[in-house]
């Protein structure tokens, strides 16, 4: 971290244990790289579960995974099938990455009215 004040000579600012522990806890979470990430691990594990079911089988006369099956009442064109395994991931993929943004934005969010928090109470503490 450069610190403004030093006389422009730009000379790096060691930080304390307790500024980088802060830093780090307040980190802020990245808005894309969580929506692909919850994109990636949904669409992969939608892919896997049919897949599997479809590896597994069933009893001649038996639905093949009838619980995974019921996601084509709100997917269209799912099915446990090879192809639906893809159609299905697709879907998940969306699921996912919509999930994944909302849980970095309520992240940021939440850390931000901390952050402020902590700052308008050291504001107050200090004029006082």
């Known amino acids: 971290m450069l610190d403004p004040l030093d006389g422009g000579r730009n000379r790096p600012v060691p930080l304390g244990p307790n500024t980088l522990m802060v830093m780090g806890l307040f980190a802020r979470a990245d808005v894309i790289a969580a929506a692909a990430a919850g994109a990636a691990v949904a669409a992969l594990a ?22 995974l099956a019921a996601f084509s009442t ?46 308008l109470r050291g504001e107050w503490l200090e004029a006082e």
């Not at 099915?79 to 309520?106: D, E, K, M, N």
């Open 74 to 119: 709100f997917w269209p064109g799912y099915s446990v099938t090879w192809p639906g395994a893809v159609i299905g991931a697709a879907y998940a993929a969306l699921v996912g990455a919509g999930l994944g943004f909302a849980t970095a934005v309520f992240w940021n969010f939440a850390h931000l009215i901390i952050v402020g928090a902590a700052v």
């Open 46 to 67: 939608m892919f896997l579960a049919t897949v599997a079911l479809l590896i597994q089988g069933a009893p001649e006369g038996w639905p093949i995974g009838p619980n």
